[in-house]
């Protein structure tokens, strides 16, 4: 990074809990009126004005005082905003067959996006391409990095965010993967690791349903079947890292393996693979998920068990979720809601089911995110850390 990018981070780095309060308020919700500003951090205007002002200076915030009206003759609504070029971030997702990378600014909009293919699983081969995709969204920043800020990188399993450590990635085959020491010389900014779809909620947290939503969760299916939570306006990281694992919820019969080697888990019967793989065995040869769908549109025996078998298990597993944290909203989000028909009914039919009294009054909304979405919660990850 350059030397405007170290001066604006180390500014961020170095505010107290009040103006960092402030910045985070003007980032999110950005254009805003210092008059609002004021009500939602609790702080006079004299002290927003005054947290405001450093930042001003340093490029982050534009200051429009009395550009606007608020309707009062004579009353400036002295609105701020985030100058959301003032630094640029990198998000990565790391996806099984490939690394999808996105070049964003401050807010996590998304500037560039690049990819490149997993041929395999080895850590080297993973950082390689990470390195790879790295480098073209870097290059127009200049040799220097230029307003870069950091390098994100979302990766499934059981993430030690503050060691930089993949502890467990059952889909990489990772144990014990030191990935942000492995990068961070590859790169030329600090990195973050993070999992996945905690990611993902963190651009929620910051960007999307948590502006005005208290306690939310995503759910995600697909190849695994996670959750992110967000409770009392937080992200739940977990004291050792990992919460919300609510693909590991043991609510199948004991006989199914999961991936991470455990008997029962929700992943065993309702992630594609374990849905891919109930089909082929019935059918005594290998089918692909494209086929599964087909089937199970055909109203084939065999792939219309297996769905609705991981259906039940999901909208089980979602009301045993809202029963112990009682949001107002879950997100349903991950590849699989693009066939949601195939699992509508029996997921929902199974979540009334079993939540418990007023907990039912929690909305499920779909959102089909996409994996630069996810690419983009990487980079929140990074904006998170410099300011909190
Ligand atoms: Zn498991």
Redesign the pocket.
Known sequence: MNDEAAARIALLRSLSAAPSYVFTTVLTRSPISRIDVSRLTGLSQAAVTKAVAPLVAAGLVVDNLGSRRDGLPGRPVSPVAIVPEALVTIGIKVNVDEVIGVRTDLTTQVLATHRAPLTDHDPDSVVAAIAQVCARLEAPLGPDGGLLAGVGVAVSGDVDTAAGVVRES?NMGWTAVDLRALLQDRVGAPVVIENDVRALTITEHMFGVGLGIDSFAIVTIGRGIGAGLHVNGEVVEGVHGVAGEI??LPLADRDRI?????RG????VAATPAIVAAISEAHGREVSITEAVQLAHDGDAAATQAFTEAATTIGTAIASLVNLTGPDLVILGGEAVSNFDLFDQNLLGAYREHVFGSAGRCRIVIRPHTFEDWARGAAAAVIRTLAR
């Open positions: 059952a693909g590991h999961c991936a991470c080697g455990r888990c929700v992943e065993a």
